[in-house]
T-cell receptor, first 111, second 112 residues
Framework: DAGITQSPRHKVTETGTPVTLRCHQT?????MYWYRQDPGHGLRLIHY???????DKGEVSDGYSVSRSKTEDFLLTLESATSSQTSVYFC??????????FGPGTRLLVL | GESVGLHLPTLSVQEGDNSIINCAYS??????FIWYKQESGKGPQFIID?????DKRQGQRVTVLLNKTVKHLSLQIAATQPGDSAVYFC???????????FGKGTKLTVNP
């Protein structure tokens, strides 16, 4: 499982509230990713990080921000959650061979 | 839009048969391809990968074929088992990029 954990695993929140999802890795990989998965859209990249304090946007970054203050943690924040952000969120790391491994996911429901 | 896609959204096979899942890609600059398996309620799981300098790669019961001429990727599963039932995604990395592009997935159902 590449030592990836995500917290929380499930979250229900209300529209307009801030939400932070955490991804933690134990193998000291440089690259970390946040994806969302929705029916009919597959996996879409939100943001990624290529080192501490180094992040970049993916294809669906609007409404999301990220932070990486330590190698092992990559945080995804929804500043003001909307119903369109109801989804399953996956974190991933990339190993030196370019293979990405995924965490178990966080199910987020925005009411 | 996505440059990676799948020909069939669903595939149903009998237990013991071989399964073939197909994927088309449009970017000839892609040089690394990965197949993932995703079971219900779980994250995508790495199955097998192939680089553009190869045509075929085999794993345990799985084989990936890459046809660069027609930009086609396939995953073959031998002697399909009920535990193989899942959604399978192909993904590509374009040369020089650290970002995977995923197809929408094919749902494989194995009938006993």
């Amino acid at each position: 499982d590449a030592g990836i954990t995500q917290s929380p695993r499930h979250k229900v929140t209300e529209t307009g509230t801030p939400v932070t999802l955490r991804c933690h890795q134990t193998e000291n990989h440089r690259y970390m990713y946040w994806y969302r998965q929705d029916p009919g859209h597959g996996l879409r990249l939100i943001h990624y990080s290529y080192g501490v304090k180094d992040t970049d946007k993916g294809e669906v970054s609007d409404g999301y921000s990220v932070s990486r203050s330590k190698t092992e943690d990559f945080l995804l924040t929804l500043e003001s959650a909307t119903s369109s952000q109801t989804s399953v969120y996956f974190c991933a790391i990339m190993r030196a061979d370019e293979t990405q491994y995924f965490g178990p996911g966080t199910r987020l429901l925005v009411l | 839009g996505e440059s990676v896609g799948l020909h069939l959204p669903t595939l149903s096979v009998q237990e013991g048969d071989n399964s073939i899942i197909n994927c088309a890609y449009s970017n000839s600059a892609s040089d690394y391809f990965i197949w993932y398996k995703q079971e219900s309620g779980k994250g995508p799981q790495f199955i097998i990968d192939i680089r553009s300098n190869m045509d075929k790669r085999q794993g345990q019961r799985v084989t990936v074929l890459l046809n660069k001429t027609v930009k086609h990727l396939s995953l073959q599963i031998a002697a399909t088992q009920p535990g193989d039932s899942a959604v399978y995604f192909c993904a590509e990395i374009k040369g020089g990029s650290e970002k995977l592009v995923f197809g929408k997935g094919t749902k494989l159902t194995v009938n006993p």
